[in-house]
């Protein structure tokens, strides 16, 4: 199971976003990635910014978009207990 949050930097919903995964992964045992997509870019991968960078944050779980201007919690913490019920 992977989750991933999609930010820039200067974004004050990315950092509430921050916030509440960490909150969120601490309670269940759980780790995230975070990626910046303007320095993605920079470094010649601009398809993640192409794609999200109108709506940041995104929260993207196993890949898929799963919620994004804040972290939908309830249906976070949902999904997370199922696909850990399912073994993924």
Do not use: K
């Not at 779980?61 to 799963?66: I, M, N, Q």
């Amino acid at each position: 199971m992977a989750l991933t949050l999609l930010t820039r930097d200067g974004c004050s919903l990315c950092r509430t976003a921050h916030t509440e995964l960490t909150r969120i992964c601490t309670d269940l045992g759980l780790e995230f990635d975070e990626v910046d997509v303007d320095r993605l870019a920079a470094d010649g991968d601009a398809a993640l910014r192409a794609e999200f960078g109108d709506r940041l944050p995104v929260v993207l779980l196993d890949g898929e978009e799963h919620s994004y201007w804040e972290v939908d919690e309830p249906r976070l913490r949902a999904d997370l207990a199922t696909r850990r019920a399912a073994g993924r």
